[in-house]
C-alpha cells in the first residue's frame, strides 16, 4: 500500500521559510514526476514545483526564485524549501507522485499559513 505523508507546515510570518517534506511508503514503480500543488481556499489546486526522475526541476512564476524542490532518493523523501512567503502562499499543500503508467498518489497535505 503507497502512501504519502507531508510534513513541515505552520504558521509563519511574512518573509519567512518553512521546509515541507513529503515521504513515501511502500513500493512505487516506474516515477516519472513528484510534484507539489497548493489549493487556496476557494481556488483550483495548482502545481506549485515539480522534479522529474532525471532530476530536471520546475516552478510555477509565483514561487520561482523563493521556492526549491530537491528529493533524497535513498529515503523516499522529496522536499519543498520555502523561502521569503507571502500570504498568498497560504494554502494546503500537497505531493503528488505520478508513473510511467499513468498512475498518481496524494498525500493529505499540510497547511501552510503566512501571516501579514
Known amino acids: 500500500q503507497v502512501q504519502l505523508v507531508e510534513s513541515g507546515g505552520g504558521l509563519v510570518q511574512a518573509g519567512g521559510s518553512l521546509r515541507l517534506s513529503c515521504v513515501a511508503s511502500?513500493?512505487?514503480?516506474?516515477?516519472?514526476?513528484t510534484g507539489w500543488y497548493r489549493q487556496a481556499p476557494g481556488k483550483e489546486r495548482e502545481l506549485v514545483a515539480s522534479?522529474?526522475?532525471?532530476?530536471?526541476?520546475q516552478y510555477s512564476d509565483p514561487v520561482k526564485g523563493r521556492f526549491t524542490i530537491s528529493r533524497a532518493t535513498a529515503e523516499n523523501t522529496v522536499y519543498l524549501q520555502m523561502n521569503s512567503l507571502k500570504p498568498e502562499d497560504t494554502a494546503v499543500y500537497f505531493c503528488n507522485i505520478r508513473t510511467s503508467d499513468f498512475r498518481a498518489y496524494w498525500g493529505q497535505g499540510t497547511q501552510v499559513t503566512v501571516s501579514s
Open positions: 511502500g513500493y512505487i514503480f516506474g516515477i516519472t514526476v
Open positions: 522534479i522529474s526522475s532525471g532530476d530536471r526541476t
